[in-house]
């Protein structure tokens, strides 16, 4: 998608977002899991909420986009309720991204929020690998080198990761890095497979959304009563829920669809800039109000890191238009000795 013709202070503002999205949801989840006073809330119920606020939006923007409401019942109509087969399709994707988002709810729980933020970079190479196997694209040799690159960069920061002195409760770090694993496992699929599906039709986006968060709500209940099914009974569905807990739900909810939106301003560039800004936030709000302790490794990992996005996100080459180039060059020198 080609990245429409703004003024820079607009691209500014959507980079900042972007930036402050990513780095406040991450160190307000960890905030609400570790050192937050109060009872500690079900994350499952947390997942399902923001999947009914991200419905209520996408409705939102379906009647903004069609116009009115006879328009966005015959949408609704068509594209949802008489068509399950597209219900079962978009039903993958809203599992995976269940499985995904309680997953960073379990990894913040065990990791520091910027050793969360930079081995989440992770889902990059998985991004990657499912673009190559699955819409049967390319990656350039730069970009390759940069995954590799990004690898090692997570490898030193989870060798020894750094300690947060002001969290009390008992952490697992093997715990959180597993659940990370699965979560950009599950990214990198998730997004690569919404975007095949996106492009395999000219259904609007945000029908694809309503479709996909259907899904998502029910699977997310599903999972609510599997893991806190009695809990939930006993104690309330929003038992523990504080605005701090609010805040985290409306960052996960309205931050992402936002995001999502405004991305289409950006290039590669910028969303590396974007990660690596929010990794330098996510660090400084670390050690401001967890205590963490920074090591020589971490610094060094989270440098390859921040340097990788950057790599990975420069332009490619085009070799066509070089080769294209040459051969005039070529065919100009032998007519000039002609």
Request: aromatic share 10%; proline share 2%.
């Amino acid at each position: 998608m080609a990245v429409e013709n703004v003024s820079v202070v607009f691209k500014l503002y959507c980079l900042t977002v972007m930036t402050l999205v990513a780095a406040t949801y991450t160190v307000a989840l960890r905030y609400t899991r570790t050192i937050s006073s109060g009872d500690l809330y079900f994350s499952t119920t947390a997942v399902c909420i923001t999947e009914v606020i991200k419905l209520i939006l996408s409705l939102g923007m379906l009647t903004k986009e069609t116009g009115s409401l006879s328009r966005l019942k015959n949408a609704l109509v068509e594209h949802v309720f008489c068509s399950p087969k597209e219900l079962l399709k978009l039903s993958v994707p809203s599992v995976v991204y269940a499985v995904q988002n309680n997953m960073a709810f379990l990894a913040l729980s065990n990791l520091d929020a910027a050793v969360y933020q930079v081995t989440y970079q992770l889902k990059i190479p998985c991004t990657a690998l499912c673009t190559v196997l699955m819409l049967n694209r390319s990656l350039s040799r730069l970009q390759w080198f940069s995954v590799f690159m990004l690898c090692g960069g997570v490898t030193l920061v989870q060798w020894k990761p750094a300690e947060a002195t002001k969290v009390q409760i008992e952490q697992n770090p093997f715990v959180g890095f597993m659940a990370i694993a699965i979560a950009v496992i599950c990214s990198g699929f998730a997004g690569v497979y919404f975007e095949k599906v996106l492009k395999s039709s000219d259904t609007s986006l945000w029908v694809r959304n309503i479709q996909m968060y259907l899904s998502g709500i029910v699977v997310t209940l599903i999972g609510v009563y599997v893991n806190d099914g009695d809990k939930v009974l006993e104690k309330g569905f929003f038992f523990g829920y504080t605005p701090w807990v609010c805040f985290v739900v409306f960052l996960a909810s309205v931050g992402g669809l936002y995001t999502s939106v405004v991305v289409k301003y950006t290039d590669n560039i910028m969303k590396g800039f974007s990660a690596a800004a929010a990794i330098v936030l996510s660090t400084v709000a670390s050690v401001l109000l967890f205590g963490l302790q920074i090591t020589i490794s971490f610094a060094s990992g989270a440098l390859l890191v921040c340097v990788s996005i950057y790599l990975y996100g420069l332009p490619k080459q085009d070799t066509s238009k070089l080769s294209r180039q040459d051969t005039d060059k070529e065919s100009k020198q032998k007519l000039i000795t002609v």
